[in-house]
């Protein structure tokens, strides 16, 4: 049973350029979490998707940060026009209906602003 | 509002040393779930324990243990006879049961390195 796959491990854009972050949960879960760990810091959450609705995006940036998870098909988060200020991992997770048994995260996407 | 607090940024110890990072924190929830999770220098994040606000039990997974004190609102974990394996970030996370969405708040780390 693979587990939460998220590619590219790492992604390097130059500044104004559009970033696209994937996120492949693991198999039966419908529930995905993105995460954003700027460097040094903790991960602070970002959105909460179900198949094809937003659930929670208290935590997403106002601009340029879009997120999405289709009926099939990854959950993408995509950045556009791209800033120093995004270089960061990004983390996605996944879970099944209870999410409070604990969420299994992908190895994450290291992104870098050139 | 909920927060969680790491205040240890990094420590180091000696092989074979106990070593214990400390985690609190705040919520009104009377239900909520407490987690940690291990980054080690690869990066990724490894699930360790969860425990939710009704269950004060300490637990003990080898050489983890973990002490939850709802009196305190700490949740420490302890690593007996520290091996070099176990350099790494360690995260606590709060995640509230009443909020409907699950999201965790995390504390900012601590950076435990584990010299030979």
């Known amino acids: 049973n693979a587990g939460v796959m998220q590619n590219p491990r790492h992604l390097v854009r130059r500044r104004g350029q559009e970033a696209r972050l994937r996120c492949s949960p693991m198999?039966?879960?419908?529930?995905v979490y993105w995460y954003r760990q700027l460097p040094e810091e903790g991960l602070k959450f970002m959105v909460y998707?179900?198949?094809?609705?937003?659930?929670?995006e208290s935590g997403m940036p106002k601009e340029r940060f879009s997120a999405e998870f289709p009926k099939e098909g990854p959950s993408i988060l995509r950045i556009q026009q791209v800033v120093r200020g995004d270089s960061a991992a990004y983390f996605c997770?996944?879970?099944?209906?209870?999410?409070?048994?604990?969420?299994?995260f992908g190895s994450g996407t290291r992104l870098t602003v050139v | 509002a909920q927060k969680v607090t790491q205040a240890q940024t990094e420590i180091s110890v000696v092989e074979k040393e106990d070593v214990t990072l400390d985690c609190v924190y705040e919520?009104?929830?009377?239900?909520?779930?407490l987690f940690w999770y291990k980054q080690p220098p690869s990066g990724e994040l490894v699930f360790l324990i969860r425990?939710?606000?009704?269950?004060?039990q300490n637990e003990i997974s080898g050489r983890y243990s973990w002490n939850f004190q709802k009196s305190t609102s700490s949740f420490n974990f302890t690593i007996t006879a520290s091996q070099v394996v176990d350099s790494a970030v360690y995260f606590c996370?709060?995640?509230?049961?009443?909020?409907?969405?699950?999201?965790?708040?995390f504390g900012t780390g601590t950076r435990l390195k584990v010299l030979a």
């Open positions: 997770a996944s879970s099944p209906m209870d999410s409070n048994y604990g969420y299994t």
């Open positions: 198999k039966g879960h419908s529930h």
């Open positions: 998707l179900q198949k094809e609705n937003i659930i929670d």
């Open positions: 919520t009104r929830d009377t239900t909520y779930y």
């Open positions: 425990r939710n606000s009704f269950d004060e």
């Open positions: 996370a709060l995640s509230e049961g009443d909020s409907g969405t699950y999201k965790y708040i």
